[in-house]
């Protein structure tokens, strides 16, 4: 099974950018590459923070821009976001018994849980899994076929990494997820958003994935204190593959406008220039 994770579009409402960027223009190209390069995926994941201001408008155009998008789409919820306006524009999307954004989808070569750790009642941006969440993610945990892999997927990190202001609003309850999955089963892989940049690892032995955000870039920096050190760096996306031994992650920049040739051309050994 072949998928591609994208985080963290933070969508305005037309004709408005951020930060200097207008997320709409990265999404399409995205759109674009995904559509010629690989049809055949499985789905597209975005892992929240879809739209900036949680705004109805946002979610209007980041409909019109999905659109274009030949393979479904799974959409999480981000601290950015608001559900009551995301679901006016994805009525479709699948909500637990307690209206959040959240499922367990399983597939032949793997098996797909989301988590929904939007906190709306929070007055900064840390994330949050109440104890419905955590009984959701409980029962997903359990119930997930033991024949291929489970791979959970959630907005906020569960752990520090570094990036000092990021970690201030981080799950806010990591110890009460760790507690559910410890007595339960162990995701294969876990993917999450949010901190804006590409990291990877383990966290209490479960390999990690954080996929750089689509739109503006939290820059690498883990000195900057009281602030959030922001860059623009080309965007990418990741190409996830699921084998019955492996689980590969490609990162894919679709914007990148320099050369391609071969590392076996002697001629461009001498003539290529970036």
Avoid at 236 to 244: F, G, L, Q
Wanted: hydrophobic share 45%; with cysteine.
């Amino acid at each position: 099974m072949k998928f591609v994770v994208l985080t963290d579009t933070h969508f305005v409402a037309r004709g408005r950018r951020i930060y200097g960027l207008d997320p709409a223009e990265r999404l399409a190209a995205a759109v674009a590459r995904i559509n010629r390069e690989h049809p055949d995926i499985a789905f597209v994941i975005v892992t929240g923070d879809l739209a900036h201001w949680g705004e109805e408008p946002a979610y209007d155009n980041l409909a019109s821009v999905l659109a274009g998008l030949r393979a479904p789409t799974i959409l999480m919820m981000g601290n950015h976001d608001k559900r009551d306006a995301f679901a006016k524009f994805f009525p479709g999307v699948p909500r637990d018994a307690s209206g959040f954004v959240q499922a367990m989808q399983v597939f032949e070569a793997a098996t797909i849980v989301t988590l929904d750790t939007l906190n709306e009642a929070a007055p900064n941006h840390e994330g949050l899994l109440c104890d419905a969440r955590l009984a959701f993610l409980e029962r997903a945990l359990a119930e997930a076929p033991a024949d291929r892999p489970l791979l959970l997927f959630q907005h906020h990190p569960p752990f520090d990494t570094g990036l000092r202001y990021m970690d201030t609003i981080r799950l806010a309850n990591p110890d009460a997820e760790w507690e559910v999955i410890a007595r339960t089963r162990k995701p294969d892989y876990l993917f999450m958003g949010h901190l804006h940049r590409p990291i990877s690892g383990v966290w209490r032995g479960i390999p990690y994935h954080i996929q750089r955000g689509l739109a503006h870039q939290v820059a690498f920096d883990l000195v900057a204190e009281g602030h959030i050190p922001g860059s623009h760096e080309p965007p990418d996306y990741a190409h996830v593959s699921v084998e019955v031994d492996r689980i590969v992650i490609h990162q894919c920049s679709f914007m990148y406008d320099g050369p391609l040739f071969s590392l076996h051309d002697s001629v461009a050994l001498h003539r290529v220039s970036f």
